[in-house]
């Protein structure tokens, strides 16, 4: 356990479907991350949090919402996905937003069916 | 921009035997790197890093050279055993920016 917890592991949904990821840490980090790793590819920035503010969208489709309601709680909430949106959706974080290394969580593998 | 590259994306070492890992970046401004594990099922764990006024740094089984001149990072694991076995990201950033990260290498350990 790394200190960065996600839920759920796996997740299958269909293209209409609405659902959520959940990624808490109990670190006392500041800054927390959303990355999108496909097979063969390196990871992919998504969205940054600092102190609860975003403070990065990179370029990221509408489809994806994030919510960080309090610096130990970061959401990604899915919806109208494609099947080429099926990843490992990992969080991460860090103490502030110099980094020095980030904690990664374990991930969501998402299915979009 | 970074990029940031490894030169194979899998390796297979006899059980016992050490293992080298070697990675490439692009931008010679970049002074901060990290290696990460990721095993199956979970998520990129930190190995070591390095800063770029150094040319080596040890860990426990584990060693991170750098060379700015060719702008290579290379990971030296010693008498690698079975839990070695996983994916190996190197990563890199420029000041405070985000880590960019490499595409990763598989280890096998052969037992």
């Known amino acids: 356990e790394t200190g960065v917890t996600q839920t759920p592991r796996h997740l299958v949904m269909g293209m209409t479907n609405k659902k959520s990821l959940k990624c808490e840490q109990h670190l006392g980090h500041n800054a927390m991350y959303w990355y999108k790793q496909s097979a063969k590819k390196p990871l992919e920035l998504m969205f940054v949090?600092?102190?609860?503010?975003?403070?990065e969208n990179n370029s990221v489709p509408s489809r994806f919402s994030p919510e960080c309601p309090n610096s130990s709680h970061l959401f990604l909430h899915l919806h109208t996905l494609q099947p080429e949106d099926s990843a490992l959706y990992l969080c991460?974080?860090?103490?502030?937003?110099?980094?020095?290394?980030?904690?990664f969580g374990s991930g969501t593998r998402l299915t979009v069916v | 921009g970074e990029s940031v590259g490894l030169h194979l994306p899998t390796l297979s070492v006899q059980e016992g035997d050490n293992s080298i890992i070697n990675c490439a970046y692009s931008?010679?401004?970049?002074?901060?790197f990290i290696w990460y594990k990721q095993e199956s099922g979970k998520g990129p764990q930190f190995i070591i890093d390095i800063r770029s006024n150094m040319d080596k740094r040890q860990g426990q089984r584990v060693t991170v050279l750098l060379n700015k001149t060719v702008k290579h990072l290379s990971l030296q694991i010693a008498a690698t055993q079975p839990g070695d076995s996983a994916v190996y990201f190197c990563a890199s950033n420029i000041g405070n920016e985000k880590l960019t990260f490499g595409t990763g290498t598989r280890l096998t350990i052969i037992p």
């Open positions: 949090y600092s102190l609860e503010e975003r403070v």
């Open positions: 991460a974080s860090s103490q502030d937003l110099v980094v020095n290394g980030y904690t």
């Open positions: 931008n010679s401004a970049s002074d901060y």
